[in-house]
């Protein structure tokens, strides 16, 4: 069984440990995978007998990428080369430990060249070059904005099996696929994050090194974000979460890849088939006439269930360069022998692979049918109106596509700030159980003659230099989205007079429009 983090216990300590405040974790790219061995047999030899024979199942004890094994046995950090697809007749060794730390760590996850590891009170340390020679590790304590220069940061969440690192690099990871299915390519400051499930399970907050230290950034989950997860785990920007009953979903998301970076990303909520994909970031980034990311970013995939007994312990983990290039595995029994089922994140049926460990996760109730509605979480008690502005203003949030401004830094409370009001347009816009990090959401346009127009509300989270508090409440929080029209409604649109006057005068004879919107928990504005 997994040992339970004491992430969530009351700190006796403010901060983490100061013995390493500083390291190259944070001078991202760092150099590309090689699983270099230099330094390997200065490594003190294990000699006990509670390490793992095998690891093959991504824990918050037991963790591996393609090149290096990793296991918490008590307190104390181990490793040893990773042989693919066999045995490895290496023993384990330990890793060198800061002083400050040792005898303290009570979970790891690993993905890509960077380890995280948990000490007694929650606070996150980074171990840099997992994937590299042992001899270039090295260890920092800092996390969170300005540039992972922040001061520290506690783990989210308090579930044993509920947190994992996620990391996405230029040189591993290289791409990744938007909702049209066009490759894009990762940022030379990786996308690296923590998501962990908080609540009651319906929550996915992240922690991410470049952003302020608060618990305000979510992945919405599944189901409109009332899907209840039981088990999380993370790789290469993709998620996988699991309930009590065996349902499975997966999702390809990260701050940069959503929508929320236009400083250093471009997107655009139009269908962007008509131009060629960039060669890379860079021309990607500066030349308009290429392909920009396109939005929503895509929604989470449900899983099929697995045709046996299965525990809580679930992993995925990367298998190279590329996107959806990542492989699920949960722990499980066939015929009375332990293992995992292991499958592709896309396509592919289950399939077991015997090991004959002992368990690590808790036994699961793996229903044979998609129960993943039966234990929904209340939907989000926040109902917002307003009157949508007139669309002949200097400033809305297509405009600020257009010209290239940053605008996910833009909150429209600061255009009326500075005397850019926007007049009312005579249309308004009505949503009811607003869930801000939700990504798409059924709303109402209410024409001037009261006619109600079904529409879909796309959003994305600004981006926050500042710490603030998770969900909605009296500090307004900016978001970037998108009005869209629903398919069959826009092609039918001249049957529909209101509609057809909503597409031709708000809408600009687009099926989708961009907007930029700032929330609280009793208004909204929309520009």
């Given at each position: 069984?997994?040992?339970?983090?004491?992430?969530?216990?009351?700190?006796?300590?403010?901060?983490?440990?100061?013995?390493?405040?500083?390291?190259?974790?944070?001078?991202?790219?760092?150099?590309?995978?090689?699983?270099?061995?230099?330094?390997?047999?200065?490594?003190?030899?294990?000699?006990?007998?509670?390490?793992?024979?095998?690891?093959?199942?991504?824990?918050?004890?037991?963790?591996?990428?393609?090149?290096?094994?990793?296991?918490?046995?008590?307190?104390?950090?181990?490793?040893?080369?990773?042989?693919?697809?066999?045995?490895?007749?290496?023993?384990?060794?330990?890793?060198?430990?800061?002083?400050?730390?040792?005898?303290?760590?009570?979970?790891?996850?690993?993905?890509?060249?960077?380890?995280?590891?948990?000490?007694?009170?929650?606070?996150?340390?980074?171990?840099?070059?997992?994937?590299?020679?042992?001899?270039?590790?090295?260890?920092?304590?800092?996390?969170?904005?300005?540039?992972?220069?922040?001061?520290?940061?506690?783990?989210?969440?308090?579930?044993?099996?509920?947190?994992?690192?996620?990391?996405?690099?230029?040189?591993?990871?290289?791409?990744?696929?938007?909702?049209?299915?066009?490759?894009?390519?990762?940022?030379?400051?990786?996308?690296?994050?923590?998501?962990?499930?908080?609540?009651?399970?319906?929550?996915?907050?992240?922690?991410?090194?470049?952003?302020?230290?608060?618990?305000?950034?979510?992945?919405?989950?599944?189901?409109?974000?009332?899907?209840?997860?039981?088990?999380?785990?993370?790789?290469?920007?993709?998620?996988f979460v699991m309930n009590k009953y065996g349902d499975m979903y997966t999702r390809t998301f990260d701050f940069d890849s959503s929508g929320s970076d236009s400083i250093f990303f471009r997107y655009s909520w139009d269908d962007q088939s008509d131009k060629p994909s960039a060669p890379n970031l860079v021309v990607e980034t500066l030349d308009r006439s290429t392909a920009a990311i396109q939005l929503p970013a895509p929604d989470w995939v449900y899983q099929p269930k697995i045709p046996g007994e299965i525990t809580s312990a679930i992993s995925v983990h990367s298998l190279g360069p590329g996107p959806n290039r990542r492989e699920l595995r949960v722990e499980g029994r066939r015929d009375a022998e332990s293992g995992f089922w292991h499958k592709d994140l896309v396509g592919g049926a289950w399939e077991f692979t015997p090991t004959g460990a002992a368990f690590l996760g808790s036994p699961i109730d793996n229903a044979s049918t998609n129960r993943s509605t039966d234990t929904l979480a209340p939907a989000a008690p926040w109902h917002l109106s307003t009157?949508?502005?007139?669309?002949?203003?200097?400033?809305?949030?297509?405009?600020?596509?257009?010209?290239?401004?940053?605008?996910?830094?833009?909150?429209?409370?600061?255009?009326?700030?500075?005397?850019?009001?926007?007049?009312?347009?005579?249309?308004?816009?009505?949503?009811?159980?607003?869930?801000?990090?939700?990504?798409?959401?059924?709303?109402?346009?209410?024409?001037?003659?009261?006619?109600?127009?079904?529409?879909?509300?796309?959003?994305?989270?600004?981006?926050?230099?500042?710490?603030?508090?998770?969900?909605?409440?009296?500090?307004?929080?900016?978001?970037?989205?998108?009005?869209?029209?629903?398919?069959?409604?826009?092609?039918?649109?001249?049957?529909?007079?209101?509609?057809?006057?909503?597409?031709?005068?708000?809408?600009?004879?687009?099926?989708?429009?961009?907007?930029?919107?700032?929330?609280?928990?009793?208004?909204?504005?929309?520009?």
């Amino acid at each position: 069984m997994l040992p339970t983090p004491l992430a969530a216990a009351t700190p006796t300590t403010t901060a983490p440990a100061g013995c390493v405040p500083f390291g190259t974790a944070q001078l991202p790219p760092g150099a590309p995978s090689g699983g270099g061995r230099a330094g390997l047999d200065l490594l003190p030899v294990f000699t006990g007998e509670a390490a793992p024979v095998s690891v093959e199942v991504r824990t918050p004890t037991t963790q591996f990428n393609r090149f290096w094994d990793f296991a918490l046995v008590g307190h104390d950090l181990l490793t040893r080369p990773r042989d693919a697809g066999a045995p490895t007749a290496e023993p384990w060794r330990f890793v060198p430990m800061p002083e400050c730390l040792r005898g303290r760590l009570v979970g790891i996850s690993l993905d890509d060249d960077e380890l995280v590891a948990v000490d007694d009170n929650g606070w996150i340390y980074t171990m840099d070059n997992a994937s590299q020679h042992p001899l270039v590790r090295n260890w920092t304590s800092a996390w969170g904005a300005p540039l992972w220069a922040g001061p520290g940061r506690q783990l989210p969440g308090d579930r044993p099996n509920g947190w994992a690192l996620s990391v996405s690099s230029p040189w591993d990871t290289q791409t990744f696929a938007d909702i049209a299915g066009r490759i894009h390519f990762v940022g030379f400051g990786k996308m690296t994050m923590l998501p962990a499930l908080t609540g009651d399970g319906s929550r996915i907050t992240y922690a991410d090194p470049w952003l302020p230290n608060d618990d305000s950034y979510e992945i919405g989950g599944p189901l409109g974000g009332r899907f209840q997860a039981e088990s999380l785990s993370a790789a290469g920007s993709t998620t996988f979460v699991m309930n009590k009953y065996g349902d499975m979903y997966t999702r390809t998301f990260d701050f940069d890849s959503s929508g929320s970076d236009s400083i250093f990303f471009r997107y655009s909520w139009d269908d962007q088939s008509d131009k060629p994909s960039a060669p890379n970031l860079v021309v990607e980034t500066l030349d308009r006439s290429t392909a920009a990311i396109q939005l929503p970013a895509p929604d989470w995939v449900y899983q099929p269930k697995i045709p046996g007994e299965i525990t809580s312990a679930i992993s995925v983990h990367s298998l190279g360069p590329g996107p959806n290039r990542r492989e699920l595995r949960v722990e499980g029994r066939r015929d009375a022998e332990s293992g995992f089922w292991h499958k592709d994140l896309v396509g592919g049926a289950w399939e077991f692979t015997p090991t004959g460990a002992a368990f690590l996760g808790s036994p699961i109730d793996n229903a044979s049918t998609n129960r993943s509605t039966d234990t929904l979480a209340p939907a989000a008690p926040w109902h917002l109106s307003t009157t949508l502005p007139a669309r002949d203003g200097v400033i809305d949030g297509q405009t600020l596509i257009d010209i290239g401004f940053p605008y996910t830094v833009l909150d429209p409370r600061m255009l009326d700030a500075i005397g850019q009001q926007a007049q009312p347009s005579g249309y308004r816009l009505d949503v009811d159980h607003f869930d801000p990090v939700a990504t798409t959401r059924t709303a109402t346009v209410t024409a001037p003659d009261g006619t109600g127009i079904p529409v879909i509300l796309h959003t994305a989270d600004g981006l926050r230099m500042t710490p603030r508090g998770p969900g909605l409440d009296d500090n307004p929080r900016h978001l970037v989205g998108a009005i869209e029209i629903p398919e069959d409604a826009y092609a039918a649109r001249g049957s529909n007079p209101a509609l057809d006057a909503f597409v031709r005068d708000w809408m600009r004879e687009r099926h989708i429009a961009a907007i930029t919107l700032s929330a609280t928990d009793h208004d909204l504005v929309v520009r």
